[in-house]
């Protein structure tokens, strides 16, 4: 579980977060969202302790990042969203430097790292230095060494950013795997879309603040379908046939039908018969982002 | 701990420090051939390794000669072939046991022919020599006479100028002075654990008639025990030897490596005479090492700092610069493992170094000059150059904890350029501001004490501590203040760099 409690943190004049809190449940795949700058990724650098905060804490299943870092970073593997290494190291060596820290041998850490790196794809590069990396294969590398201790709490930052399309179905195996495996997964995206097939929940930050936290439900339906009609008069009765078509509601002379669908062409022609006049159509499609736009927008 | 070792091996075993490494070891084995070449041009003979003392004496009227051979490491040696030369003519040949020997002149004596004793004993003085062979050493040792310091007129009756054979080698302990000068017939070929030396010293008195002597000894500083008139002003105490009647007296005195200076005091009724020497608690030759080899140690010191300021880049500042450390960091360790992990690296990289460096310079010496270096003095010289790289690597460990990498070589170097290579000239135009260049005393003491203000300072401070200890220099350097400024310069820079380390942003 990771827990963000009341985390502020200020570059210079630059408010990039005020205070964040929420939290990602074990077993849960949790979406974290917001524009560019928007403090994504200061807040994942203060979750995994390489950034220290103004004020607040966080807690790795339960314990502060503050406190007992050692402790809190056991349990939390991280793939930056630009991984940078020391750049003159050959790949597999750095591997084994970093599986030093969790106390792994030099042999043990090295069969591990070939498994690892054939498991994220990297196998035949072992012997490569980090600097000759791609930046996606950069972000390979950062995901075998977050799997090194296989910990029960992930944080990925943009890590689809980069990805090509195998590597990008390989992270989503991995993030659905985790989740049966009960495992807390918090991962960043400035697009809704991204997290849409895999996330439970959404956390939206916006400037900096926790502006909304949905479960995937509640976003799905508020990027839904909408017919409105407008008549010429108000509208009396609710024909019955409209209920089939989504949840219709009425408003003086305007008709709106929300989560529609069909074909709007049977709806207008059932209001014809039932003799209104159609003073305009209008078929209103709200996608995830413009969702996403709506609450940040709310917030203004 | 693994961390520390991986970061160690990854400093030690990349191209610039190995190579500096080597270069270092060839430097060190280059000087080696330096002071080599330079002890023979001055004279000092290698080769020479075995010891001679020798008197004339008299024994049944016949004028004989006893004395002792000993080896390089002191030690009597038994079936040395000695003989005796008068004009090029072997007179007399004998085999040493336990280091003893005795050879008759074939000259015989007659007290009563007073004139004729004198007129053989002063042919002797000019025209003989010893000839000493052991396995394939040969040493020619020619006779002095020993001069009464404070006796101007000998009476016959009581004595006769004695003649004696003294062969001192760079493998006694006598410090470079007393090489130069051998007026004194006192030889010390070994010293044995707590500076307890063996000491021969020749009876100015003939056994003739009785040549029993009171013996007193004291030790201080050869140049005041030489230069004072009353020497009893420049002994630290004067101790008791008692009554002693041999030629070729042995005693043991406890020798202060403080000082460098030994006399004999002699009294026979109302005799009295001095004889001095200059003693080193060390043998000659590693005196003579010492001093040359302040020389290409500077040279190490001077480089070696480079390292460090390139081991700081980049274990620190490179890095840090580029974002690198923060995924280090998201390792389950702290900030002050991270800090410490690779201090400690570059520390034990230094340590290597400093190992390897006096390592080779050490068996270099070995194979070259044929002699163990004193091993007080080398783990001296490893521990300050281990000081000096560590503190200097505190002083560019902190600066690469808060400054950008490129500013970081800049200053770097400044700093490199200020404390090795302008150092001195630094401290000369100090001197000449305040008016102490011509004093050379002054200068000198002004030079050394201005390392204590000098991260590298700590070689240059243990090597005077050294070099005073074994006579070969005049400043007194403060250990506590050696220790005082090497816990500094590497305590504060280490601090201070950590302060800034624990907040520092560590993204880009
Ligand atoms: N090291 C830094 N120094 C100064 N300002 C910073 C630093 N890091 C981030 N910021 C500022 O903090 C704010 C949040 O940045 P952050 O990188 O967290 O955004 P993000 O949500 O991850 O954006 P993106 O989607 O582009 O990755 C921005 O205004 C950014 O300019
Ligand atoms: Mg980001």
Not at chain 2, 247 to 269: E, F, H, Q, R
Request: positive net charge; proline residues 4%.
């Amino acid at each position: 579980m990771i827990e963000i409690s009341n985390v502020s943190k200020s570059f210079g004049r630059i408010k990039a977060l005020e205070n964040v809190s929420f939290k990602v449940n074990n077993g849960e795949l949790v979406g974290y969202v917001g524009l560019n700058g928007a403090g994504k990724t200061t807040t994942i650098r203060i979750i995994v302790g390489v950034l220290l905060p103004d004020s607040g804490d966080v807690y790795i299943d339960g314990y502060s990042v503050l406190k007992e870092k050692r402790k809190a970073s056991m349990r939390i593997g991280w793939v930056p969203e630009i991984p940078i290494f020391e750049p003159d190291v050959k790949a597999l060596d750095y591997f084994v430097y970093l599986a030093g820290y969790y106390k792994i041998s030099p042999s043990e850490a090295r069969r591990l790292g070939k498994e690892l790196f054939e498991r994220v794809g990297l196998s035949g590069t072992e012997n490569r230095k980090l600097k000759e990396y791609s930046q996606g294969m950069k972000k390979r590398f950062a995901l075998a060494v977050s799997l090194i201790n296989d910990p029960p709490n992930f944080v990925f930052d943009e890590v689809l950013n980069g990805l090509d399309p195998e590597g990008i179905k390989f992270f989503r195996e991995l993030a659905k795997n985790f989740k049966k495996q009960g495992k807390a997964v918090l991962f960043s995206s400035h697009i809704l879309s991204e997290v849409e097939a895999l996330a439970d929940r959404v956390v939206f930050i916006h400037k900096g603040r926790i502006i909304n936290i949905l479960t995937m439900q509640e976003i799905k339906s508020m990027a839904e379908k909408k017919l409105i009609v407008k008549l010429d008069k108000p509208l009396e009765k609710i024909p019955e046939e409209i209920n089939s078509y989504g949840v219709p509601v009425v408003e003086d002379n305007t008709l709106v039908i929300r989560k529609f669908k069909g074909d709007q062409s049977t709806v207008v022609e059932l209001l014809l018969r039932q003799g209104y006049k159609i003073m305009e159509v209008k078929l209103e499609e709200i996608s995830l982002e413009e969702v996403f736009f709506k609450l940040i927008g709310e917030q203004k | 701990m693994s961390a520390v070792i991986y970061d160690f091996k990854r400093s030690f075993f990349r191209l610039s420090t190995l190579l500096l490494l080597i270069i270092f070891i060839l430097v060190g084995v280059a000087s080696t051939y330096l002071i080599y070449s330079s002890m023979i041009q001055q004279g000092y003979s290698l080769d020479q390794k075995l010891s001679v003392i020798a008197a004339i004496d008299t024994e049944d009227n016949c004028l004989i000669i006893k004395g002792y051979v000993f080896d390089e490491k002191g030690d009597p040696v038994s079936f040395a072939q000695v003989e005796l030369y008068i004009n090029d003519k072997l007179i007399d040949k004998a085999s040493s046991a336990d280091g003893f020997f005795m050879l008759c002149t074939g000259t015989k004596i007659s007290p009563t022919n007073i004139n004729k004793f004198f007129e053989n004993i002063t042919k002797l003085a000019q025209d003989s020599k010893l000839v000493v062979t052991y396995r394939d050493v040969r040493e020619e040792v020619r006779s002095s006479t020993i001069m009464f310091r404070e006796v101007k007129e000998i009476p016959l009756t009581i004595g006769f100028p004695r003649i004696y054979y003294l062969k001192r080698t760079l493998y006694t302990y006598h410090s470079p002075t007393a090489f130069i000068s051998t007026s004194s017939p006192i030889l010390i070929p070994r010293i044995d654990k707590d500076d307890v030396a063996i000491v021969y010293f020749i009876n100015p008195f003939f056994s003739l008639g009785n040549n029993s002597i009171e013996a007193e000894y004291c030790i201080g500083n050869y140049l005041s025990l030489y230069t004072e008139k009353n020497i009893t002003k420049a002994c630290e105490e004067i101790k008791d030897l008692g009554v002693l009647n041999k030629t070729i007296v042995s005693v043991k005195i406890p020798l202060d490596p403080k000082y460098n200076g030994l006399a004999i005091l002699i009294k026979k009724d109302d005799l009295n005479t001095t004889y001095i020497t200059g003693y080193s608690t060390s043998r000659g030759i590693n005196t003579i090492y010492l001093s040359l080899l302040s020389t290409p140690l500077g040279t190490i010191v001077n480089f070696a700092p480079i390292i460090m300021l390139y081991l700081a880049y980049v274990l620190m500042a490179k890095p840090r610069s580029i974002g690198a450390l923060e995924f280090i960091l998201a390792r389950p360790i702290t900030r002050l493992d991270l800090y410490l992990t690779r201090y400690f690296a570059a520390v034990l990289t230094g340590l290597t170094l400093s190992i390897a460096v006096i390592l080779g310079l050490g068996l270099s010496t070995t194979a070259i000059l044929g002699i163990t270096p004193d091993m007080t003095a080398l783990l001296t010289i490893i521990l300050g150059l281990f000081l000096a790289l560590t503190a200097i690597y505190s002083v560019y460990y902190s600066l690469a904890t808060s400054i950008r990498s490129g500013l970081y070589l800049a200053i770097g170097i400044i700093l490199y350029l200020i404390f090795t290579i302008f150092w001195q000239t630094i401290v000369i135009i100090y001197a000449y501001i305040t008016g102490q260049l011509f004093d050379f005393q002054k200068l000198t003491e002004l030079i050394s004490y201005s390392y204590y203000f000098n991260p590298v300072g700590a070689v240059n401070l243990l090597l005077t501590m050294l070099q005073k200890s074994y006579g070969l220099s005049s400043v007194e350097v403060n250990p506590y203040y050696v220790g005082l400024s090497v816990a500094i310069w590497i305590i504060v820079p280490f601090i201070l760099g950590y302060l800034r380390f624990r907040r520092i942003n560590l993204s880009t």
